[in-house]
T-cell receptor, first 113, second 115 residues
Framework: GAGVSQSPSNKVTEKGKDVELRCDPI?????LYWYRQSLGQGLEFLIY????????KSGLPSDRFSAERTGGSVSTLTIQRTQQEDSAVYLC???????????FGPGTRLTVT | AQSVTQPDIHITVSEGASLELRCNYS??????LFWYVQSPGQGLQLLLKYFSGDTLVQGIKGFEAEFKRSQSSFNLRKPSVHWSDAAEYFCAVGDYGGSQGNLIFGKGTKLSVKP
């Protein structure tokens, strides 16, 4: 079946602009995760959604970052007033439920100029 | 705090040679452990997982890993490396305490394969 999809695959934006990154999880997966991958920091957890519960936002680096998940499916990660240090690959993953293996999308490469 | 250490940043092996990638974890409870592989410009692909039971787990592409609780290790092995195995490999532990659900990753080991 279809895997996790993310769009856009690449995004170049100017410093100070807002960006939205989209994730379509595997159908039926109740858990959805966002991670950030950068050269200096490796793979960092950002936010986790489980069903209709309040998300775990403990990994968000600042209040410029937010995410929502509509209808228990598609998720959007929004970065406001982007900074150069936000440049990274943003990876989305989903799993059938909490506590088991996660399946990753191809990522969105964000470049802030 | 929970953490994962991959001591080797970069490893080069000859095609056909055996491979072992090291992973050590720090986790208070029973760990849920994973190995993922990432090819350039791609997302992460799950190679194998350990939740409980047999400490030697088999994965895709001929990889296996052994969980050693006494050494807090989960090393990845392959008897004979193929050129297509060149990629970056990440070890991860599931951070499932409380209501959390994320993975904690090591910094990765980049594998190069010599012909």
């Amino acid at each position: 079946g279809a895997g996790v999809s993310q769009s856009p695959s690449n995004k170049v934006t100017e410093k100070g602009k807002d960006v939205e990154l989209r994730c379509d999880p595997i159908s039926g997966h109740t858990a959805l995760y966002w991670y950030r991958q950068s050269l200096g920091q490796g793979l960092e957890f950002l936010i986790y959604f489980q069903g209709n519960s309040a998300p775990d936002k403990s990994g968000l680096p600042s209040d410029r970052f937010s995410a929502e998940r509509t209808g228990g499916s598609v998720s959007t990660l929004t970065i406001q007033r982007t900074q150069q240090e936000d440049s990274a690959v943003y990876l989305c993953a989903s799993s059938l439920k909490r506590g088991i293996e996660q399946y990753f999308g191809p990522g969105t490469r964000l470049t802030v100029t | 705090a929970q953490s994962v250490t991959q001591p080797d940043i970069h490893i080069t092996v000859s095609e056909g040679a055996s491979l072992e990638l090291r992973c050590n974890y720090s986790y208070g409870a029973t760990p849920y452990l994973f190995w993922y592989v990432q090819s350039p410009g791609q997302g992460l692909q799950l190679l194998l997982k350990y939740f409980s039971g047999d400490t030697l787990v088999q994965g895709i592409k001929g990889f296996e890993a052994e969980f050693k609780r006494s050494q807090s290790s989960f090393n990845l092995r392959k008897p004979s490396v193929h050129w297509s195995d060149a990629a970056e490999y990440f070890c991860a532990v599931g951070d499932y305490g409380g209501s959390q659900g994320n993975l904690i990753f090591g910094k990765g080991t980049k594998l190069s394969v010599k012909p």
